[in-house]
């Protein structure tokens, strides 16, 4: 399950990549239509600053801008970045890898055999989907409601 905090990094995102080219958006604008804490946003911004997706700007007419193009800016980053492992059990984590105190055998592990599975698939999905991804498909829903 996705964490707050990965959830409003994806938001502000997707917020900001709306904005791409453009001017920088301010925290509190952003807090306030994504609908999240803005102390919370700060730390979130911050980190996602300190890690090169975004630009900060101080002062009067300043903010936060993205860096990269959001269609440069895949999911599987975000959440490495915001919540840590992509996988379900430590036993296959690619980038958190814990043995798993109860497993006989990771080589016949049932178990662990499925969720490599699911692992690779979700890294696929979640690599291959952008941020410029989740912003046409949500400009694609406005126009079905419409």
């Known amino acids: 399950m996705l964490s707050k905090k990965t959830k409003y990094a994806?938001?502000?995102?997707?917020a900001l990549g709306q904005n791409f080219g453009k001017d920088s958006i301010n925290i509190s604008t952003i807090a306030e239509t994504e609908h999240i804490p803005k102390k919370f946003l700060e730390q979130i911004l911050l980190e996602m600053r300190n890690a090169g997706f975004l630009y900060s700007k101080k002062g009067a007419g300043g903010g936060y801008s993205l860096l990269?193009?959001?269609?440069?800016?895949?999911?599987?980053?975000?959440?490495?970045?915001?919540?840590?492992?992509i996988s379900q059990l430590p036993c296959v984590s690619i980038n958190f890898y814990q043995k798993c105190d109860e497993c006989k055998d990771?080589?016949?592990?049932?178990?662990?055999?499925?969720?490599?599975?699911?692992?690779?698939?979700?890294?696929?999905?979640?690599?291959?989907?952008?941020?410029?991804?989740?912003?046409?498909?949500?400009?694609?829903?406005?126009?079905?409601?419409?």
Do not use: M, W, Y
């Open 106 to 146: 990771e080589a016949t592990c049932g178990i662990r055999h499925a969720f490599l599975n699911v692992r690779d698939a979700t890294l696929k999905v979640l690599s291959e989907t952008s941020i410029a991804d989740l912003i046409a498909q949500e400009k694609l829903g406005e126009t079905e409601t419409l």
């Open 10 to 14: 994806i938001r502000a995102l997707i």
């Open 68 to 85: 990269k193009d959001p269609k440069e800016i895949n999911l599987v980053q975000v959440i490495r970045l915001t919540g840590g492992p």
